[in-house]
T-cell receptor, first 112, second 110 residues
Framework: EAGVAQSPRYKIIEKRQSVAFWCNPISGHATLYWYQQILGQGPKLLIQFQNNGVVDDSQLPKDRFSAERLKGVDSTLKIQPAKLEDSAVYLC??????????FGPGTRLTVL | DQQVKQNSPSLSVQEGRISILNCDYTNSMFDYFLWYKKYPAEGPTFLISISSIKDKNEDGRFTVFLNKSAKHLSLHIVPSQPGDSAVYFCATRYGQNFVFGPGTRLSVLP
């Protein structure tokens, strides 16, 4: 069974530029999560989808971050414009309902 | 405001000995706890979990203990192996939300 796929794996941009990350969850997993992991910290939930509906986006900085889940499968997370403090690893995870999550390898973003 | 705390940033253990990783939480409403392991350049991998109705769950070399009155859980790895060297995250589920601790880096020395 294929795991959670994410791309790109690495991205370097300058502040005020835009960037987008893509995630393909495990087939059949209805729940999809985006996390931000800053160096030395645990993953912090940004947004959670159930199929293509948003369950929780309370910690998503909506002035610059946006996310969508097309047709309840793939998802994209966008940052526009990026700030220096957005440098982090962005992790996508999926799960069957409320069970444990399966994580992708993450995208390491560096904002210069 | 950290709801899940892992007060030891790092831990070194000799191969074959026991590794004990600790986690404290603040909210008594948390009902489900998980441990994840993370290797460099990879996403976290689920290791073991425990429901708040239990005080122990065991899976091979891994055992998680939950002390609800102390709001404390621990992960025991026996015997420790060099391949266990990784960052370990404690996490909790509250309703639909998952909250992660900052992680403990375990080094198992040969």
């Amino acid at each position: 069974e294929a795991g959670v796929a994410q791309s790109p794996r690495y991205k370097i941009i300058e502040k005020r530029q835009s960037v987008a990350f893509w995630c393909n969850p495990i087939s059949g997993h209805a729940t999809l999560y985006w996390y931000q992991q800053i160096l030395g910290q645990g993953p912090k939930l940004l947004i959670q989808f159930q199929n293509n509906g948003v369950v929780d986006d309370s910690q998503l900085p909506k002035d610059r971050f946006s996310a969508e889940r097309l047709k309840g499968v793939d998802s994209t997370l966008k940052i526009q414009p990026a700030k220096l403090e957005d440098s982090a690893v962005y992790l996508c995870a999926s799960s069957l309902g409320r069970a444990e999550q399966f994580f992708g390898p993450g995208t390491r973003l560096t904002v210069l | 405001d950290q709801q899940v705390k892992q007060n030891s940033p790092s831990l070194s253990v000799q191969e074959g000995r026991i590794s004990i990783l600790n986690c404290d939480y603040t909210n008594s409403m948390f009902d489900y706890f998980l441990w994840y392991k993370k290797y460099p350049a990879e996403g976290p991998t689920f290791l073991i979990s425990i429901s708040s109705i239990k005080d122990k769950n065991e899976d091979g070399r891994f055992t998680v203990f939950l002390n609800k009155s102390a709001k404390h859980l621990s992960l025991h790895i026996v015997p420790s192996q060099p391949g266990d060297s990784a960052v370990y995250f404690c996490a909790t589920r509250y309703g639909q939300n998952f909250v992660f601790g900052p992680g403990t880096r375990l080094s198992v020395l040969p």
